[in-house]
């Protein structure tokens, strides 16, 4: 079984666009036929996502790491969903990438986490500035979905958001990466250019060496 501390050393990358898509993307080479590198393999791995993401503070993260030493099931239970709502949300998002509807059990998935963020989600602050912050206390029974409340938020604004034709997926043969498309011209193919990119320029070239 996955131990729950994590591998704080790994840097995600977060160049999507967008949390939920960044989120998404914790899986490396997802189409590579000799493995896939997925980066979310216990509580731990989501509590430093959330903290690399700033979505929580590096106490708030220690604090969860602390709680899931001790409440080991729960947290297992919030990864496991966890893993749920990422594979919806690549599901959800290649097809918007592709130029198709999403499928009606994903939109489900998406929208029942959506509710559920809504739900602690209170308005705070004082004179003339408020905002929406998350209702989470240290210890209770839900602090281990915490992480997902803002992913979940955030996926349904971008559904919402009118710029899915910017949602698009990396060209390299095994990415299958997403990202928002925010170049000028909407002509970015690869979700990093100096590493997707120069390997598919590679592999036509080897391609076409070698036909
Ligand atoms: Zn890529």
Excluded at 3 to 32: K, M, P, W
Excluded at 112 to 135: C, F, I, M, P, V
Excluded at 148 to 170: F, H, M, N
Aim: with cysteine; proline share 2%.
């Amino acid at each position: 079984m996955a131990d729950i501390v994590g591998h704080a050393e790994y840097e995600f990358d977060l160049s999507g666009g967008n949390l939920c898509l960044d989120f998404a993307n914790t899986v490396n080479r997802r189409q590579d036929p000799d493995g896939a590198t997925d980066h979310i393999n216990c509580h731990g791995d989501l509590v430093s996502f959330a903290e690399q993401c700033e979505l929580i503070s590096p106490e708030q993260g220690n604090d969860l790491r602390a709680h899931a030493a001790r409440e080991r099931s729960r947290a297992n239970r919030a990864f496991r969903k966890s893993l749920i709502l990422r594979e919806s949300l690549f599901r959800a998002f290649s097809a918007i990438a592709a130029g198709n509807s999403v499928e009606q059990p994903d939109l489900r998935r998406i929208e029942g986490a959506a509710l559920e963020a809504l739900r602690h989600r209170t308005l705070s602050g004082h004179r003339d500035n408020y905002q929406w912050e998350w209702k989470s206390e240290p210890g209770a029974k839900d602090q281990f979905d915490r992480i997902l409340w803002p992913i979940a938020q955030s996926a349904a604004e971008l559904l919402t958001s009118g710029k899915l034709d910017a949602v698009r997926q990396c060209e390299a043969a095994t990415c299958a990466w997403l990202f928002l498309d925010e170049s000028r011209n909407h002509s970015r193919r690869w979700c990093d250019m100096s590493i997707c990119g120069n390997r598919e320029k590679a592999r036509r070239h080897y391609q076409r060496k070698h036909r």
